[in-house]
Structures are given as structure tokens and as C-alpha cells.
């Protein structure tokens, strides 16, 4: 019987497992100096002022939209092609989400789709860059005029707009799960060029207490505190920011191995009943943290237990989340026909740094053999 090929794997070697031991040999375990080793190179690798390394992307969102006092009233634009920790954000913010209908090609939606959805309630817009690929910031940027644009860079590790790093010019969110192209088991970061929207993300991602841990328990440190907002229990830890700092050091190894499969898979699967992924026009870099499919020829779910049947793992990315059941109720039915058409078609291939070239050529033939 052939090995199972998953969807994604984590891409961990002997560095990682090293790092990890050295900050549990030292004693201090939670938030402290590797944290903030972290959060100054992933800032600066992006090109950002300020980094803040948090338990999660949707901590990050959270704590981002309170600091920009988001709620009841307000609405803020963002796809339904996305994974529902975004919308579950702006709803539990007491805000409303305004879906905005995607490219079929793409899987984003047009600058243009964003300019038309803006009202004078819009107090955000969420942009996603969607399975590595960059959204249009310019058109977007330009539609939101004044508007505070949050950039959801959860699948946009690597991934560059015309010649700069998303994340780069506005405030951003990534997310550094185990699927992502690099990641610390759980976590997210938030970047940014705002001072005090920084500083006050700060003070919500730990009980609202200014110092970290390690700067009150730490030599001749002073253990007294004061809170002068009530926050949140989101920092990372030390343990999980040396997995990150190794698997930073790998980013260029792990984009172009990425993108050898992709290729792989571009040309290997032409012509055979699936539509495949389509690379924005605008300049950019591709940073493949999804290769997602198109199925036509045959019913999906007849080809997801084709691929199950011959050990090939998948997923999907993602079930439209104005289709979720309690969007339905609180808001109706909400017309997307792009977005409904593709959420019924896409299926995600696999595609990791670790995936041998025997493998990559398997997955191409097992679907070649589907489809055939």
C-alpha cells in the first residue's frame, strides 16, 4: 500500500528541535527575549516599524479591531472567500460584514468590487490575500481613501506586491499555523507602522499590563504594574518564537521549493477537466501557500474519494462564509454568484517544502488517472 500524501506538512528539521531545547534549558519558557528577537526580524523582513507576536492571526484581528473601536453600526468590507475567523471577528465586534463577490480566476475580489461596496458606515476594510497571491493594494488603497485597511497576510508569508513585502505599508495580520508557510504550532503576528495603535495592541494582548513577563520578573526587574485598559491573554511564548526565528532563517528555501511544485502541478495537470490556478496581472510575487483546483469534469465530491481512495490527501479553502449558517440568519441570503459558483468547485492540492518530486509526480498522475 502507498504512504499517504497530506495536504501540507510542517517543515521542521534538527535547527528547529535545537532552538526549542536551548529556551527550555534557559528557564524561561513564555514571552521574553525571543519574542521579541521575533517580532523585530519578522518587522524588518516585511518592512514594517513593529511587530507584535501573538497566540493567533484571529488574536491579532481581535485585538485590532477593538483598538480601532469597531462595532455596533459600522461595517467592514471583506470577501466571503475566506476563512470564517475573519467574519467571526467583525460579527463578535458587533460590527457588520459587507461580502464583497470574488474573481473567478483569481479567488479575490477586483479593487473595484471594493470601491463599490464602501458606505458611509464602512469604518474597515479587510483585503485577503488569498492563497499567496497578492490583492490589488493600490486599487484597494485608493478606494479606501481615509478608511483604515486592515491586510489579512494570513496565507501571504513571501508574497510581494510590485517589488515591496505585503504587510509592508499598512497594518497586517499573518498567521503562522502549521499549514503556513512557516509556522511556530500556533501563532500570528501583527505588523505595522502606527505607533500608538501598536502600543495599544501592547496593552490588549496582556491584561493590559505595559511590561512583559520578563521585564518584571527578570534580574533587578521591578514586579509592580498598573492597568489602565483591561486586555487579553494573546502572547506568544518564547518556545514557540524560536520555532519562528529558525524557520525565518528558511523563508527563500521554502518559497522556491513551493513554487517548484506549483509549476510542477501548472503544467502537469493542463488540459484535464480542472481549472487552475491564474496569477494576478499586476507584478508581484507568488508565494504558494495553497495550490487551489478547480474541479469541472466531474462532481467534486466523487473526486475528493478518488483521491482518498488512492492515499492523496486535500482540502478546502474555504466554505464561502456568506453561505454559513448563522450569517444566513442574521443577515439572509446574500447574492455572490462568482463566489458561490467557485466554493462549489475548488478543492485544495498538496503542497509543502518536504514533498518529494516522486510524490508531486503521483498526485499528477493519480488525477490524470481520475480524470482521464
Given at each position: 500500500?502507498?504512504?499517504?500524501?497530506?495536504?501540507?506538512?510542517?517543515?521542521?528539521?534538527?535547527?528547529?528541535?535545537?532552538?526549542?531545547?536551548?529556551?527550555?534549558?534557559?528557564?524561561?519558557?513564555?514571552?521574553?527575549?525571543?519574542?521579541?528577537?521575533?517580532?523585530?526580524?519578522?518587522?524588518?523582513?516585511?518592512?514594517?516599524?513593529?511587530?507584535?507576536?501573538?497566540?493567533?492571526?484571529?488574536?491579532?484581528?481581535?485585538?485590532?479591531?477593538?483598538?480601532?473601536?469597531?462595532?455596533?453600526?459600522?461595517?467592514?468590507?471583506?470577501?466571503?472567500?475566506?476563512?470564517?475567523?475573519?467574519?467571526?471577528?467583525?460579527v463578535l465586534a458587533g460590527a457588520k460584514p459587507i461580502f464583497v463577490d470574488c474573481d473567478y480566476d483569481t479567488l479575490m475580489p477586483s479593487a473595484e468590487a471594493y470601491a463599490r461596496a464602501v458606505t458611509k458606515h464602512t469604518k474597515a476594510i479587510i483585503p485577503v490575500h488569498f492563497a499567496g497571491a497578492p490583492a490589488d493594494m493600490d486599487g484597494i488603497e485608493a478606494a479606501a481613501d481615509k478608511i483604515p485597511v486592515?491586510?489579512?497576510?494570513?496565507?501571504?508569508?513571501?508574497?510581494?506586491?510590485?517589488?515591496?513585502?505585503?504587510?509592508?505599508?499598512?497594518?497586517?495580520?499573518?498567521?503562522?499555523?502549521?499549514?503556513?508557510?512557516?509556522?511556530?504550532?500556533?501563532?500570528?503576528?501583527?505588523?505595522?507602522?502606527?505607533?500608538?495603535?501598536?502600543?495599544?495592541?501592547?496593552?490588549?494582548?496582556?491584561?493590559?499590563?505595559?511590561?512583559?513577563?520578563?521585564?518584571?520578573?527578570?534580574?533587578?526587574?521591578?514586579?509592580?504594574?498598573?492597568?489602565?485598559?483591561?486586555?487579553?491573554?494573546?502572547?506568544?511564548?518564547?518556545?514557540?518564537?524560536?520555532?519562528?526565528?529558525?524557520?525565518?532563517?528558511?523563508?527563500?528555501?521554502?518559497?522556491?521549493?513551493?513554487?517548484?511544485?506549483?509549476?510542477?502541478?501548472?503544467?502537469?495537470?493542463?488540459?484535464?477537466?480542472?481549472?487552475?490556478?491564474?496569477?494576478?496581472?499586476?507584478?508581484?510575487?507568488?508565494?504558494?501557500?495553497?495550490?487551489?483546483?478547480?474541479?469541472?469534469?466531474?462532481?467534486?465530491?466523487?473526486?475528493?474519494?478518488?483521491?482518498?481512495?488512492?492515499?492523496?490527501?486535500?482540502?478546502?479553502?474555504?466554505?464561502?462564509?456568506?453561505?454559513?449558517?448563522?450569517?444566513?440568519?442574521?443577515?439572509?441570503?446574500?447574492?455572490?454568484?462568482?463566489?458561490?459558483?467557485?466554493?462549489?468547485?475548488?478543492?485544495?492540492?498538496?503542497?509543502?517544502?518536504?514533498?518529494?518530486?516522486?510524490?508531486?509526480?503521483?498526485?499528477?498522475?493519480?488525477?490524470?488517472?481520475?480524470?482521464?
Amino acid at each position: 500500500m502507498k504512504d499517504f500524501i497530506p495536504m501540507s506538512r510542517p517543515y521542521f528539521g534538527e535547527e528547529e528541535i535545537e532552538e526549542v531545547a536551548q529556551v527550555m534549558r534557559s528557564g524561561w519558557i513564555t514571552t521574553g527575549p525571543k519574542c521579541k528577537e521575533f517580532e523585530e526580524s519578522f518587522a524588518a523582513f516585511i518592512g514594517a516599524k513593529y511587530g507584535l507576536a501573538l497566540t493567533s492571526a484571529t488574536a491579532g484581528l481581535h485585538i485590532v479591531l477593538k483598538a480601532l473601536d469597531i462595532g455596533s453600526g459600522d461595517e467592514v468590507i471583506t470577501p466571503s472567500m475566506t476563512f470564517a475567523s475573519t467574519v467571526n471577528q467583525i460579527v463578535l465586534a458587533g460590527a457588520k460584514p459587507i461580502f464583497v463577490d470574488c474573481d473567478y480566476d483569481t479567488l479575490m475580489p477586483s479593487a473595484e468590487a471594493y470601491a463599490r461596496a464602501v458606505t458611509k458606515h464602512t469604518k474597515a476594510i479587510i483585503p485577503v490575500h488569498f492563497a499567496g497571491a497578492p490583492a490589488d493594494m493600490d486599487g484597494i488603497e485608493a478606494a479606501a481613501d481615509k478608511i483604515p485597511v486592515i491586510e489579512d497576510a494570513a496565507h501571504a508569508i513571501d508574497t510581494r506586491y510590485k517589488g515591496r513585502h505585503i504587510g509592508g505599508k499598512n497594518t497586517a495580520i499573518f498567521s503562522f499555523h502549521p499549514i503556513k508557510n512557516i509556522t511556530t504550532g500556533e501563532g500570528g503576528m501583527v505588523t505595522g507602522h502606527d505607533e500608538s495603535l501598536m502600543r495599544r495592541l501592547q496593552l490588549l494582548k496582556f491584561h493590559g499590563i505595559e511590561r512583559d513577563a520578563w521585564k518584571r520578573y527578570g534580574k533587578a526587574s521591578d514586579p509592580t504594574y498598573d492597568i489602565i485598559e483591561p486586555g487579553f491573554k494573546y502572547n506568544m511564548t518564547d518556545i514557540q518564537a524560536a520555532l519562528g526565528l529558525v524557520q525565518m532563517r528558511k523563508i527563500a528555501d521554502i518559497t522556491r521549493r513551493r513554487t517548484t511544485i506549483a509549476e510542477a502541478y501548472l503544467d502537469g495537470l493542463k488540459g484535464l477537466g480542472l481549472d487552475l490556478p491564474t496569477r494576478p496581472g499586476y507584478e508581484h510575487q507568488h508565494s504558494w501557500h495553497l495550490f487551489v483546483v478547480k474541479v469541472r469534469a466531474m462532481k467534486r465530491p466523487e473526486f475528493m474519494a478518488a483521491l482518498a481512495e488512492n492515499e492523496v490527501g486535500y482540502g478546502l479553502h474555504f466554505p464561502a462564509c456568506h453561505t454559513l449558517s448563522y450569517i444566513k440568519k442574521l443577515y439572509g441570503t446574500i447574492n455572490l454568484p462568482v463566489t458561490d459558483e467557485v466554493a462549489s468547485r475548488i478543492i485544495s492540492l498538496p503542497i509543502y517544502p518536504g514533498m518529494l518530486d516522486s510524490q508531486v509526480e503521483r498526485v499528477i498522475n493519480v488525477i490524470r488517472g481520475i480524470l482521464a
